[in-house]
């Protein structure tokens, strides 16, 4: 199994920044790729950005040029940099990372339980 950790959600103004960290555990071989996702009430869960175990990139085209995405291998974790924020943005924001297991070797997608990002004055 595999565990993931997310860390640095909040209330922020519009125009300011926060960083979310996600820290992957468990039985993990490899890291295939982790990034975040995000969902408001009544819509789709979105992608926001992930990250490939040798940094290949890919952001939502509403994010792009604010919200910078990285990756710690020796760690196991990312972070989202997340810069000049609006009202849209609000929303809960969900670690995911695709993980082959050091057990099985398969490859599994896992889910972290979200944290809530708000954008309002």
């Known amino acids: 199994q595999v565990q993931l950790v997310e860390s640095g959600g909040g209330l922020v103004q519009p125009g300011g920044s926060l960083r979310l960290s996600c820290t992957a555990s468990g039985r993990i071989f490899n890291i295939n790729a982790m990034g975040w996702y995000r969902q408001t009430p009544g819509k789709q869960r979105e992608l926001v950005a992930l990250?490939?175990?040798?940094?290949?990139?890919n952001y939502a085209g509403s994010v792009k040029g604010r919200f910078t995405l990285s990756r710690d291998n020796a760690k196991n974790t990312v972070h989202l940099q997340m810069n000049s924020l609006e009202p849209e943005d609000t929303a809960v924001y969900y670690c995911?990372?695709?993980?082959?297991?050091?057990?099985?070797?398969?490859?599994?997608?896992?889910w972290g339980q979200g944290t809530q990002v708000t954008v309002s004055s």
């Open positions: 995911t990372a695709d993980v082959t297991s050091s057990t099985t070797y398969r490859r599994n997608d896992y």
């Open positions: 990250i490939t175990s040798v940094g290949g990139t």
